[in-house]
């Protein structure tokens, strides 16, 4: 059987494109490697992609010059973590509260990883977290 690697892509679904790519990248500092008016591609790190997409864009499936890809779509909060290094959390904290995106809640792991969790422009949760929340991570 294949053994899966890693997790390739996250979705997010996001009713204003421009607005989430400020917070995206702007913010948190993502690069993109493509967009368009459908969707925004941000590298996320360690071979991670984070997709933002305009609601009901690919709800009917996209046909491109290389192929087709299935329809798909999502609706309301939902959660996505990002891993990030125990000594820039605090700064993280501080840049998201002044950009506006307080921090509502603040957890400590058992493991010794600790996250903080906001919310993103269109109200997703977005948690940034220290190594030591998994036993993977």
Not at 57 to 62: F, T, W
Not at 68 to 88: K, S
Not at 107 to 132: K, L, M, Q
């Amino acid at each position: 059987m294949p053994v899966i690697q890693h997790l390739l892509e996250a979705s997010l679904y996001c009713d204003d494109l421009p607005r989430a790519l400020r917070f995206y990248r702007d913010l948190l500092g993502l690069e993109p490697l493509f967009v368009d008016e459908r969707l925004a591609a941000l590298d996320a790190g360690g071979g991670t992609v984070l997709l933002l997409f305009r609601p009901r864009e690919s709800a009917g499936g996209v046909s491109f010059p290389g192929g087709w890809i299935p329809p798909h779509d999502g609706a309301g909060p939902v959660h996505l973590a990002l891993a990030v290094e125990a000594a820039h959390i605090a700064e993280l904290e501080a840049r998201l509260t002044q950009a506006g995106y307080p921090v509502e809640s603040q957890v400590t792991w058992g493991r010794g990883g600790r996250s903080i969790y906001c919310r993103d422009p269109d109200g997703h949760s977005i948690e940034f977290a220290t190594p030591g929340v998994w036993a993977v991570y």
